[in-house]
């Protein structure tokens, strides 16, 4: 199975700044099937991230995804107040699909 | 837009079986794969599988022999079934859409907002 390793677990900072996301693979993600996603209490998932750096249908321009290999980052450029939340990577490279332990990213 | 919502028991006893629905509204049943994630209690994401309405599908090694999923093409619905269940299988239960080109690499394009159960007697 490919283990895939967030960090930092949690990341606290102030809205308008800058947020780094990194999620390193236990083996090289071939293509770009690497996936990240949002998760809040009481909300159903949201996929951010597909194919390492396309941006799902409404998802702002302030979110980006880059990364080949085993090191892939999410980045939020300028951190909103409703970005506060956990993210969690995906490689959908080879079965059985496998998720990051996550990121909480917390107001700071 | 697609919209999914799960149902099903909270609550199962030790060595029977889970089952799941997943209510789908704004999603073609027929043009995707659908799928079941769970979350344990302070564990990260588990892929249990996904499945196409004509039956074929793609599970995780570890659960494959305990699951089984189908498609209700006429009620717009999705189900899990897992047989033989532990306390180790008390999750949030979250159903899916997924997305992609290829059968054997597809993402989570549309989550539902998730199911708690509990394994106990």
């Known amino acids: 199975d490919i283990v895939l390793t967030q960090s930092p677990a949690t990341l606290s900072l102030s809205p308008g700044e800058r947020a780094t996301l990194s999620c390193r693979a236990s083996q090289s993600v071939s293509s770009t099937f690497l996936a990240w996603y949002q998760l809040k209490p009481g909300h159903a998932p949201r996929l951010l991230i597909h194919g390492v750096s396309t941006r799902a249908t409404g998802v702002p321009d302030r979110f980006s995804g880059t990364g080949s290999g085993t090191d892939f980052t999410l980045t939020i450029s300028r951190l909103q107040p409703e970005d506060f939340a956990v993210y969690f990577c995906q490689q959908y490279d080879s079965s059985p699909l496998t998720f990051g332990q996550g990121t909480r990213l917390e107001i700071k | 837009q697609v919209q999914l919502q799960e149902s099903g028991p909270g609550l199962v006893k030790p060595s029977e079986t889970l089952s799941l629905s997943c209510s789908v509204s704004?999603?073609?049943?027929?043009?995707?794969?659908w799928a079941w994630i769970r979350q344990p209690p302070g564990k990260t994401l588990e892929w249990i599988g996904y499945?196409?309405?004509?039956?074929?599908?793609r599970f995780n090694p570890s659960l494959r022999s305990r699951v089984t999923m189908s498609v209700d093409m006429s009620n717009n619905q999705f189900s899990l079934t897992l047989t033989s269940v532990t306390a180790a299988d008390t999750a949030k239960y979250y159903c899916?859409?997924?997305?992609?080109?290829?059968?054997?690499?597809?993402?989570?394009?549309?989550w539902g907002n998730g199911t708690t159960v509990i394994v106990s007697s």
């Open positions: 899916a859409q997924m997305g992609g080109s290829s059968f054997r690499h597809l993402f989570v394009a549309a």
């Open positions: 704004g999603g073609a049943m027929s043009s995707y794969y």
């Open positions: 499945t196409y309405y004509t039956g074929s599908g």
